[in-house]
């Protein structure tokens, strides 16, 4: 066997089908943020995202045959915690939707269940961070007893080349996910006021 | 026979194997339950002062990554450190460039040890103040441990140090905004 080929299959070897750890938060500093005159919500909303789902890796498509492996409802969080209080002065975390300690103890009204779904891709054989990368929320708000009173969906595409995400693996994800919470966030904007 | 080997068979396996080149640390994070924290505390808002490094374990410029530098986003680590607690600040409602009252610190300890092929891990320690004009109302210093799983290859043991950064600092503030002595020295900064 010749030596090229012998690296070849030492690079495959060690390489081949890998997982890769990325994280899926925006940046902040993309976020839009409620104006200090604005006037919020007051009723209390609470948001469903469990200990399991927070806890979940979830896999993508990478370069080079590879995948991307991140912990998308904890990586996104911080970011739909973020929009949902652009619009709600007061807003909680629940484990479940029909949590009664948290709706008593916290007055909420209504509640958020959001469902994130990723896509990846890379159009490099070589790289395995995502040139390509989706992220789509759909979010329902239903009342205390299960009607759905205002629903969305929304998606974001970030895309990143290697020049860019040398120093940063998961751009593509980071830049889907502002792009997902910003077209959120102008979603909100109508949420009825009553 | 080598030179019959060819060149961007090399190429790959040289940048898949090595990855000794420098790169940024993610940006700062944000913790809900930290926000949390700190919105039912109710503690006054603050300013965030000024952050520097103390000594050589600081790493204030770059932190060795299994021989790949890692530089902070904010152009310093103690100016991460800085970055990150304003974030979090802001995000619970409890900055306030206008405030009597200042949060400030001096990063002592920062450094990941990627060295392991299962285990990897980061500590960070700092020491926080909060000022009121020249009155000193909290002075404490804070660490912060955090493992997370390795690998032999570098090519994923070194992206996951990096992505892994983030979390320390805020393991490290969730110390802080956990003390309930520095969410009092806030409450007592009211003016």
Redesign the interface.
Known sequence: M???SL??L??LL??GG?A????V?P???HLPTAPKDSTRMERPAGYVISEADRKRVVNSGGGGGDSVSYTLYKDI???F??VL?NYFAHV??MNRPDDAAVIKEKNIELIFVPIFTTQSSSSSL?T?PPTEFTLKIEINAVDLHGKTIWQREVTGVGKAEFSEF?????LAAKRAADQALQKLDAALAQFPKN | MIKRVPRFVVAVFVTSVLSACSMLAPKAAVSVQQTQTLRDSGAAPVKVGTFTSQGADAHDQSISIRGSGMASPYGSYAKYLEEAIRLQLKEAGLFDEASKAEVSGTLIKNDINAAGFVTASGDISARFQVRRGEKVVYDKIKDAHVEWGSNFLGAIAIPRAQEAYPGLVSTLLGALFGDAEFLSSLKSAKD
Not at chain 1, 20 to 23: A, D, E, F, Q
Not at chain 1, 166 to 170: H, L
Request: charged share 15%; proline share 0%.
């Open positions: 010749r030596i090229s690296l070849l030492l690079v060690l390489f890998c890769h750890t990325i994280v938060a940046d902040f500093g969080e911080s970011g915690y973020h209080s909680y975390a070589l395995w040398k120093s940063e693996f998961g």
